[in-house]
Each structure stands twice: as C-alpha cells, then as structure tokens.
C-alpha cells in the first residue's frame, strides 16, 4: 500500500493506517531531528512531537510533495523550535559558570589506539563539532542533514524551504568553513 492510500485511510478515520505511516517513517524522522538537535533523548521527543503534529494536520497535507518529505519537514521544524528553547535554557544554566562541568559525553578509547592517539582524536573531534557549531543555522543545518547521509538535496531543500541549487552551495560552503577553520587551529592534512 502506497503512502498516499494509507494518508486517505487516517483520513478517513483508520487510526492502523497513520500507523503504519509512522513505522515506515519513523528512522527517517529521528534522524533529522537528531541531526538538528545532536541529543538522541532530545531527538526521540522531537519526532514524537513531530508524528502527533502531522496527525493534527493531515487534513491539510495536500500531495504536492511526498508524504515522507511533509513529514520530515514538520520534524526538521519541531527539533529547530526545540534546538532553540534548548539553546536558550543552555544559555541560562551555562553562561554564569562557563563550561566547565559540562562536558559532552566522552567515547572511549578503543583498545588498539594509544592513549596519546586516542587524545588527539577526541581534540579532533571536539573541534569539528566546534567549528560546526560556529557556522550560521543556515549552513549548519543542511550540512548536519547531509552528513547525516540518509536525506537527498531535493529532501534537504524541501526540509529547510530552499531550492536545491542553494542547499548544494550552503553545503559546499560550509564544508570550505569547516576545513578553514580546522587549518587555523593547526590541522594541516585535513582533507
């Protein structure tokens, strides 16, 4: 059964059919919203903010896209309204005392990797992260949804309401920054 057949029939007041919208989506919906969010607790609350607002508004789903690309553009939307009350209570805890204290969660070194390696890997890492979060919402957000690999310019585009030509420039463009950035704090051989 086709997305649009099983739209119809939670239309019509099949409560089986929306679900079955939901498990065929539902990796998708994750995925973008931790994409913008970064946090898979914070993720999971998004796509299920996201899943009950397409069901509040499935009426007005029209067709002129896909179902699933609706469908993640509400999620997109729900995780940046997220993103930015998360950044605001970010703000109010963090600032008066800086960082310290709240470190992200720190991967352990695997056991073939010397301690030293494992250190430069996580400085590595750390500073990508940094000079992601530096980069303007309007380069950030589609190259985490690019880098994230399951989503197509034309979804991106449809997501962040930009045509693809200026999805696939914010995404260059934000990789030139990225590697810039990386090279100023002393990365030589970043590719």
Excluded: C
């Amino acid at each position: 059964m086709t997305d649009a057949e099983l739209v119809e029939r939670a239309r019509q007041g099949e409560p089986a059919a929306f679900g079955e919208l939901v498990e065929r989506h539902r990796s998708a919906v994750y995925r973008a919203a931790l994409a913008a969010l970064g946090s898979p607790a914070d993720a999971e609350d998004a796509a299920q903010e996201a899943f009950l607002t397409a069901y509040r508004r499935l009426s007005s789903f029209r067709a002129e896209a896909s179902f699933k690309t609706w469908l993640l553009t509400i999620a997109w939307h729900q995780a940046i309204n997220q993103r930015r009350g998360l950044t605001r209570w970010w703000r109010l805890i963090a600032q008066p005392r800086g960082d310290e204290g709240f470190e992200s969660e720190q991967e352990y070194p695997s056991r073939e990797r010397s301690p030293e390696e494992a250190l430069e890997d996580d400085r590595l890492r750390r500073d990508i992260e940094s000079a992601i979060r530096e980069l303007p919402p309007k380069l950030r957000d589609p190259l985490l949804l690019a880098q994230s690999g399951d989503y197509k310019y034309d979804e991106i585009g449809a997501m962040l309401k930009a045509p693809v030509g200026t999805i696939k420039w914010r995404i260059s463009e934000a990789r030139r920054l990225v590697k810039q950035r990386l090279q100023e704090r002393g990365y030589t051989d970043v590719g």
